[in-house]
Structures are given as C-alpha cells and as structure tokens.
Nanobody, 115 residues
Framework: QVQLVESGGGLVQLGGSLRLSCVLS????????MGWYRQAPGKQRELVAA???????DYVDYAKGRFIISRDNAKNTVYLQMNSLKPEDTAVYYC?????????WGRGTQVTVSS
C-alpha cells in the first residue's frame, strides 16, 4: 500500500528556512500529483502548494515567493523549501499524494516558527 513519510520539520526562528521532504513508497511516485498541506491549532487543514505529475506547480497566495515545491521522481520524493518563515507558518505540515481521485496522507511533521 501507499505510504508517505514526511521529515524536515522543527523549530526555527523568524526569517529562517526549512526544507520538508516526503517519500512515497508502495507505488509509482511519478504518476501522482503531490501536495503539501498544513494545519494550525484550531484551524482546518489547508493546501499550501501542489505539483502535478508533469511538474506544474501551484501555491496559495501566502506561499508565493517564499515557498518552493519540487519533486525528484528518481528518489520518490517531494520537497517543500520554506524561506522567510513567520510565526503564522507554525503548523503540522502534511504530504498528500493523489492519483485518479484517490488521496493518501502522511502523518505530518511539525513546523514551529518562533519570534
């Protein structure tokens, strides 16, 4: 079965950077559209950035210019480079894989930005 494992979260200061990674196993990674979502305490999970199987990317407005999503099909991995981090970026970040309408989720990685 498909498994997603995120890594790279942690505690960072205002203005710092983190790179999240998500490895997919159990299926053919290159076929999947991939996304990063986040969920802050008391809020709904929301899409941050997405990348299609063909490499097209899309970002929520607050991520544009600060975050970069990328994928390495040879490594079955999707990345989220996050720069200029703000306290409001504090959340659990989840990796999502979608193929023909079927969604798979990782367990998430905590990102905490201190001021």
């Amino acid at each position: 079965q498909v498994q997603l494992v995120e890594s790279g979260g942690g505690l960072v200061q205002l203005g710092g950077s983190l790179r999240l990674s998500c490895v997919l196993s159990g299926s053919t990674f290159r076929l999947y559209n991939m996304g990063w979502y986040r969920q802050a305490p008391g809020k709904q999970r929301e899409l941050v950035a997405a990348i299609t199987s063909g490499g097209s990317t899309d970002y929520v407005d607050y991520a544009k210019g600060r975050f970069i999503i990328s994928r390495d099909n040879a490594k079955n991995t999707v990345y989220l480079q996050m720069n200029s981090l703000k306290p409001e970026d504090t959340a659990v970040y989840y990796c999502n894989a979608n193929f023909i309408g079927v969604n798979f989720w990782g367990r998430g990685t905590q990102v905490t930005v201190s001021s």
